[in-house]
């Protein structure tokens, strides 16, 4: 009987062993409500240089090369941040080539700030989502990724968190100059919080708008002073033509993503500033700012 009972003790013994651990549910990182825990990672910036070095050091005298190293190296090693990027943004690693290629001297002389930029903005980010937090309790804070894109976009988001097209942070990016790092996450970050199925022109300005007002009220950075300093000396104008155009939901190319439009309402994408406004607005008057 006490044979028996050790043979049925190690026959249990060897099936545990045996059988494989089961996968621990890993927490969902669009979940994260605590600001402190959101991953903040310019690892795929590093991993473009290391691949652009590789190109550098071994290929350089054959420029269709780039594009073998950056799918390879690049686009293939990247984060989800990376492959969420190339839909209409990166498009391809023979795009990108291209683009890296034509303006070489550029993306050089970003290298050094997309690496200590990322590094020297870690702090305040982390003070502003905290101040978003306090500001909306409810706020989530996805991972955000910043990443080296094809001149196309400064950020976007996707169903894994925020993406930042660090190439675009330059003094030298004559298209969009300066743009302001820690506002463009603010920005992005409030877009996650979103949800908001309309897509007329009422609504997409007070989308951006708003992502505009609530990156400001958390961080102090106004992504679109331009625009502000254009809107506020334009005022009587533009609230006339914009309750034309929303009331019957046309002209949107008038107001937003328009920088190669040239008969458009003043300054590029002065939707934003509309919506901006009457955020503001909104905000200011209510009560309730919570609710707000």
Request: aromatic content about 10%; overall charge negative.
């Amino acid at each position: 009987m006490k044979q028996r009972a050790i043979r049925i003790f190690l026959f249990l013994v060897i099936v545990c062993f045996a059988m494989p651990a089961l996968p621990q549910e890993q927490p969902d990182p669009l979940k994260n409500h605590d600001p402190e825990k959101a991953l903040i990672t310019a690892a795929d910036v590093a991993l473009f240089w290391k691949a652009y070095d590789l190109w550098t050091n071994n290929y350089k005298a054959n420029p269709a090369r780039l594009a073998e190293v950056l799918q390879k190296e690049y686009l293939d090693k990247g984060s989800v941040g990376v492959k969420d990027f190339i839909p209409n943004r990166i498009e391809s690693a023979r795009n990108l080539s291209a683009v890296v290629l034509k303006n070489q001297s550029y993306y050089e002389g970003t290298r050094h700030n997309n690496n200590d930029l990322v590094q020297s903005v870690l702090p305040e980010l982390r003070r502003d989502f905290t101040e978003l937090k306090r500001l909306y309790p409810d706020a989530v804070f996805p991972p955000v990724y910043f990443v080296i894109g094809a001149l196309t976009s400064g950020g976007t988001s996707s169903r894994h968190g925020l993406i930042i097209g660090a190439e675009m942070l330059s003094d030298q990016n004559t298209l969009f100059p300066s743009i302001d790092a820690v506002g463009l996450v603010m920005h992005e970050l409030t877009h996650f919080q979103q949800i908001h199925p309309d897509n007329d022109l009422l609504a997409k300005c007070m989308r951006e708008g708003t992502a505009d007002f609530v990156a400001e009220l958390a961080s102090g950075h106004n992504l679109n002073g331009r625009n502000k300093n254009y809107g506020d000396s334009h005022e009587e104008h533009l609230w006339e033509k914009f309750q034309q155009d929303t009331a019957r939901n046309q002209n949107q190319d008038d107001w937003l993503y328009n920088y190669f439009k040239k008969d458009r309402v003043g300054p590029p994408d002065l939707g934003y500033y509309m919506g901006y406004k009457i955020s503001q607005a909104l905000y200011q008057s209510a009560k309730d700012k919570t609710a707000a």
